[in-house]
């Protein structure tokens, strides 16, 4: 039993740390735990590469089309080598997205998801790409190798359809030319899609054979995206780039600041992503293709993240082409691994992956039978309860007969109080009498911890359950706000009916459970179930609700065994 306590004792310490941690984040002071947001500093813009791969990065153009003091809208033409000529934003309308193109560059300066909206406002899409005063996330393509065409240069749009309507695709084809050598962008949105084909084809209308590299690169500020709640673990928000010899790898916008390479510079696979909380973007190259990585500061909070993928000669008079694909969109499971090896790992799980991932495939099996992510959630408790039944089942008879016998503990703690040896001694040999294992009584506990970190961070990063509605619930991935919201303390606290449902099933396991005979523990566990309470206030009402019935089963088990066997030991007596 002192095991036991010991590790509640733990629990909940660590859970009042990271409490205060978590309201210190969440207040604009330093983390204890966590490194702090990176400085926006006017450092010098530096490509984080070496050798062969640093020479390359520094022909990619670097002066991104971001709004100035004289530029607040961000439309007018760079300074550079660009054809003087008035830009044109042609919008393309698909059934799932709404996305801006710019002539000036031909790149893509705003994508709208269509059937995704603000969590904090219905009424507003979600929106990836886009240039504003505060925000700039841009996806351009271009060629370096020479004075070719790039995301700099000006570009003409070949008049077509622009909305997708009854059609299954709609297609965007932008051209420029540059002393002979001439660019055709060609983007074909397909109905259903979040991929966009991206072809490029280089035709060499020099009287020389020229040697061009294709580069595609997604452009970011460092600014934090902010709006989560201060006891939700952040999310990672950044540059990923992925090999199949390196995997999966992330790159921190503080690390690109300090011009740390931490990331591959070449493979024959992989992609380029710009990641953050439910979607992604990401350029594929072709598979089996040479290519490089590289990430780099453009400008004073402002970086990119890109791949560069060598054309070949082209003869005079000859073309290359290069296909590739943009994806951006909520990161949907089914999408994710349709796209390219390895791209479903931009929906993170934590370092519980390895359980994460098998719940998240059970959820799937058992949502596409019921339809609903509430009912759903409250049969895989179930089946999760099962499946931990034996186990649990030893742990509450062993409780049980804790319970059953702590008259007789509080008895030998009197006698020997004082006396740390014999106590000792005449516990083990009560055990022993009482056949009782001291530490049974943890392994539930213990067992379910990690599931139950592994599904918060399941609901915490599936979209798939985001804006999911259950009962009285309108979004499963945000707290329960059924009785309102308040600003108590300085922050802001929402009420709902789940999390103090929460706290009676945890204070009726406390009843439950054997008292503590030292009164101060017995104090504290009293005090636990509102502790913990206040915290699932924050948490998302799908974790809530999973908690929640796995008490009340749990509650069931532990009383009908408690029945069980007190009642046995009344009739024996």
Partial sequence: MDIKRTVLWVIFSFSLLMLWDNYNRYTGKPS????????????????????????????????????TANNASGTGVPTGDVTPSKSEVITITTDLMKVDIDTAGGEIRRLELLKHHESSDE????????????????????LIGGAYPNHKSMFTAVPGVRTMDNADQVQLVLQSEQQGVKLIKTLTFKRGEYKVDVKHDVVNNTGAPINPSLYMQLVHDGTSLGGGSMFMAATFTGPAIYTDTDKFQKVTFESIEKGKIEHALKGDSGWIALVQHYFVSAFVPPANTPREYFTKKLATNLYAVGTIVPLGAVAPGATASMDATLYSGPQESTRLEAVAPGFELVKDYGWLTIIAKPIFWLMIQIHQILGNWGWTIIVLTIVIKLAFFPLSAAGYRSMAKMKLVTPKMTDIRTRFKGEPQKMNAAMMELYKKEKINPIGGCFPMLVQIPVFISLYWVLLASVEIRNASWLWIHDLASPDILLGAYDIFGFHLTIGILPILMAISMFIQTKLNPTPPDPIQAKVMMWMPIVFSIMFFFFPAGLVLYWVVNNILSIAQQWFINEKLMGGSKAAS
């Fill in 123 to 142: 009424s507003k899409n979600v929106v990836l790409f886009g240039v504003s005063a505060q925000h700039t996330y841009l996806g351009q393509t271009g």
């Fill in 32 to 67: 204890i735990f966590f490194d702090a947001t990176p400085a926006q500093t006017t450092a010098t813009p530096a490509a984080t590469a070496t050798g062969d791969n640093a020479a390359k990065t520094a022909d990619v153009p670097t002066a991104a089309t971001v709004p």
